[in-house]
């Protein structure tokens, strides 16, 4: 089950380099939300309950709901729509992120050891690469904000790859530093697209900081 | 201790949500940094060594750390009364709240004695930093705002993917650094390497060097400028903390000497790089970051080569900090004056303030590392260290970068005070007393290049000898 929903996962991440509408990235990261709850809740069945009751809150209110519901909100108030203003071919997207692909899989095969989680080290990786590719190659600063999503899920991913239990009280600041930090993104993202009144705000807009 | 400094800060920030006038905002803001000051004193008079809750230990590197910031955060606070004169009570309010959350945050940092806190505390900077930046509220601060978040929380995400990485050789998943120090041999040293590229990658926006130094030159452009004092000091500190203490716990591994060499890589681009912006930009609070930029390289350097390298890279830190926030204040004072911090708009500084023109002067020429600077000592120490090692091609390249930078630097400041300028300037009188202090930390620089005492000395080595197994 749990390599259904790892399967699933990078469908996700590729279809993710092909999206050509914001709404379907707010959607795609929900989804992945929710994909990662499940592998929560089929993998990490034998830690501590209490643990087990804070990741299960953390993958469902922040994941799942709070952050896709942020993601929504944005689109809303600052009605971005497309990732380009004119149409675009997203092949090249397409194939950039099947090789991304092929490298997670590479490096995986060459550095990871035994103690880790082959397949979960593999697609936490390709969550990275995915990530920076959408803050590389995307002008729009939304795609950014999202390309910083998806890092952090494939951090998340990568700490169960690793198998580290931190404790509690440190999970819990973890956790509230990153919710923070996505409100904030969330909140200057939606005052940059009032600021600008444009809803094409893009990092080419944002060049008045020169030497 | 702790819980009294963290609950104090709290108690003051939540208190200065009722000051109803500026009167109250200072004399609030002021009962903290003065609190801030007893408890540097008391740490460094009582509490040496004393770990607190759990997670801060009072080590020689935090307590030297928070003694200089608790003198740069008090000078921050008494800069920012006349600098931000025009602003309303809420706006000027809620500035002080966030620098003192700032501190707390930083001071913090410096203490603990565990690696993922302490990658919660960076992360916690950038959320109060971020805010100060944007004080403004205009389209630049905005920029700057987003890019500062935006990067530091990227940077941060793939630093957090190094600790998960060192992590994987902790034992019962305990992170404190003197139980990795000793637990780190039997991780995999692969994994070991990884970690450290993505901690350093992700500290970088915070110690301000490469790869990720852009965002604190946009933030320290844009933020007030005696907060830019605070974040190109305290802050800068902050990452130089955050990334020491790793290297340290790698300090008994077979791969401690590819470890160094990955900080000299990062010194000489960060030098490298900033030179080559100091040099071009228009700028005074621009030049004075990408000044930064180079001594933080220089302080990786100083790492990366260690023996001599190790203690000049503590005593730069020290020297820089001290410098580099004197000029800052310095520069704020000039830029009230003229309105504006280009550098082609400024000139004949010496007419308005003489002492303040001598102070510049001065700062500049210890921050360039002439004697009788704290930096030129440092700077001594590290080519001292890289010709026992006999890296010529290391000396060369920091040689002629610092003649560089010599150049650009000097031009630039001997402009601001002697060139004649018929150009208006405001009505803004200079804060002697403010010029005063801030050429103190200047000359307090130029005594630690004279003068090291020997319990200075031995503090410093202490500093040197932390998590050895």
């Known amino acids: 089950m749990v390599?259904?929903?790892?399967?699933?996962?990078?469908?996700?991440?590729?279809?993710?380099?092909?999206?050509?509408?914001?709404?379907?990235?707010?959607?795609?990261?929900?989804?992945?939300?929710?994909?990662?709850?499940?592998?929560?809740?089929?993998?990490?069945?034998?830690?501590?309950?209490?643990e087990l009751f804070f990741v299960l809150a953390e993958t469902l209110i922040f994941k799942a709901i709070i952050v896709p519901a942020m993601l929504f909100k944005i689109i809303r108030k600052t009605k971005t729509n497309h990732i380009y203003a004119i149409g675009q071919s997203q092949f090249p997207s397409l194939i950039t992120s099947i090789i991304a692909l092929i490298a997670s899989i590479v490096t995986t095969y060459y550095i990871a050891d035994t103690t880790s989680n082959m397949v979960f080290f593999g697609v936490a990786l390709?969550?990275?690469?995915?990530?920076?590719?959408?803050?590389?190659?995307?002008?729009?600063?939304?795609?950014?904000?999202?390309?910083?999503?998806?890092?952090?899920?494939?951090?998340?991913?990568?700490?169960?790859?690793?198998?580290?239990?931190?404790?509690?009280?440190?999970n819990i600041a973890i956790l509230l530093d990153i919710l923070l930090v996505v409100l904030m993104l969330g909140m200057f993202l939606s005052k940059i697209g009032t600021s600008l009144k444009s809803i094409d705000v893009d990092a080419e807009t944002l060049t008045t900081l020169k030497n | 201790m702790l819980t009294i400094y963290f609950l104090a800060t709290l108690s003051i920030v939540a208190v200065l949500c009722l000051a109803k006038d500026r009167k109250h905002t200072i004399a609030l803001s002021a009962i903290f940094y003065a609190l801030q000051m007893y408890f540097a004193v008391d740490i460094i008079l009582n509490h040496i060594g004393e770990t607190q809750l759990s997670f801060f230990t009072f080590d020689n590197l935090g307590v030297l750390c928070f003694s200089l910031l608790s003198v740069v955060s008090a000078m921050t606070f008494y800069h920012s009364i006349r600098y931000l004169d025009t602003e309303t009570n809420a706006q000027f309010r809620l500035y002080n709240q966030l620098l003192i959350l700032l501190s707390c945050a930083i001071t913090a940092t410096y203490f603990a004695n565990?690696?993922?806190?302490?990658?919660?505390?960076?992360?916690?900077?950038?959320?109060?930093?971020?805010?100060?930046?944007?004080?403004?509220?205009?389209?630049?601060?905005?920029?700057?705002?987003?890019?500062?978040?935006?990067?530091?929380?990227?940077?941060?995400?793939?630093?957090?993917?190094?600790?998960?990485?060192?992590?994987?050789?902790?034992?019962?998943?305990?992170?404190?650094?003197?139980?990795?120090?000793?637990?780190?041999?039997?991780?995999?040293?692969?994994?070991?390497?990884?970690?450290?590229?993505?901690?350093?990658?992700?500290?970088?926006?915070?110690?301000?060097?490469?790869?990720?130094?852009?965002?604190?030159?946009?933030?320290?452009?844009?933020?007030?400028?005696?907060?830019?004092?605070?974040?190109?000091?305290?802050?800068?500190?902050?990452?130089?903390?955050?990334?020491?203490?790793?290297?340290?716990?790698?300090?008994?591994?077979?791969?401690f000497q590819w470890i160094s060499n990955v900080l000299i890589v990062a010194?000489?681009?960060?030098?490298?790089?900033?030179?080559?912006?100091?040099?071009?930009?228009?700028?005074?609070?621009?030049?004075?970051?990408?000044?930064?930029?180079?001594?933080?390289?220089?302080?990786?350097?100083?790492?990366?080569?260690?023996?001599?390298?190790?203690?000049?890279?503590?005593?730069?830190?020290?020297?820089?900090?001290?410098?580099?926030?004197?000029?800052?204040?310095?520069?704020?004072?000039?830029?009230?004056?003229?309105?504006?911090?280009?550098?082609n708009r400024i000139n004949d500084y010496l007419k308005y303030c003489h002492i303040g023109g001598i102070a510049i002067i001065a700062g500049a020429i210890l921050l360039l590392a002439f004697p009788p600077s704290g930096l030129f000592v440092s700077e001594l120490m590290i080519v001292r260290q890289i010709v026992i090692l006999e890296k010529w091609w290391l000396l060369v390249v920091i040689v002629l970068m610092l003649c560089i930078a010599m150049y650009g630097v000097l031009n630039q400041v001997i402009k601001l005070s002697y060139t004649e300028s018929k150009r208006k300037t405001t009505n803004y009188k200079i804060d002697i007393i403010g010029v005063w202090l801030s050429f103190g930390l200047i000359i307090a620089a130029c005594i630690l290049g004279l003068w090291q005492p020997v319990w200075f000395v031995e503090f410093i080595n202490e500093i040197l000898n932390m998590y050895s197994v």
């Open chain 1, 3 to 50: 390599f259904a929903l790892i399967i699933l996962y990078v469908i996700t991440l590729i279809s993710i380099s092909i999206t050509e509408r914001f709404r379907d990235y707010a959607s795609i990261i929900a989804m992945q939300g929710w994909i990662l709850l499940f592998i929560v809740l089929f993998k990490l069945h034998s830690i501590h309950i209490s």
């Open chain 1, 126 to 170: 390709y969550a990275l690469f995915s990530g920076l590719l959408l803050i590389i190659r995307r002008k729009r600063i939304f795609s950014h904000l999202v390309g910083f999503l998806v890092i952090e899920n494939g951090v998340f991913l990568f700490s169960m790859a690793i198998g580290i239990e931190m404790p509690f009280l440190i």
């Open chain 2, 114 to 255: 565990n690696l993922a806190v302490t990658w919660i505390l960076i992360e916690a900077t950038t959320i109060f930093a971020a805010v100060i930046v944007y004080h403004r509220r205009d389209k630049k601060s905005l920029e700057a705002t987003w890019k500062y978040i935006f990067v530091c929380s990227t940077g941060i995400a793939i630093a957090y993917l190094g600790i998960l990485l060192i992590s994987s050789a902790a034992v019962d998943g305990e992170l404190s650094y003197v139980a990795l120090a000793s637990a780190i041999n039997s991780g995999n040293m692969l994994y070991m390497k990884i970690a450290f590229i993505f901690i350093l990658v992700g500290y970088s926006s915070k110690m301000e060097i490469f790869p990720l130094y852009t965002v604190g030159v946009d933030a320290n452009l844009v933020a007030p400028t005696p907060a830019s004092a605070l974040i190109s000091s305290g802050l800068v500190n902050a990452g130089f903390v955050a990334i020491f203490r790793v290297f340290m716990i790698y300090k008994d591994t077979p791969i």
């Open chain 2, 267 to 343: 010194g000489v681009a960060s030098i490298f790089i900033g030179v080559l912006y100091l040099r071009q930009t228009n700028n005074y609070k621009r030049m004075l970051s990408y000044s930064t930029v180079e001594n933080m390289g220089i302080v990786a350097i100083g790492l990366g080569i260690g023996g001599y390298g190790l203690y000049a890279a503590i005593l730069h830190v020290i020297a820089h900090t001290l410098i580099k926030s004197g000029m800052f204040f310095q520069i704020a004072q000039v830029g009230k004056k003229y309105g504006t911090y280009r550098i």
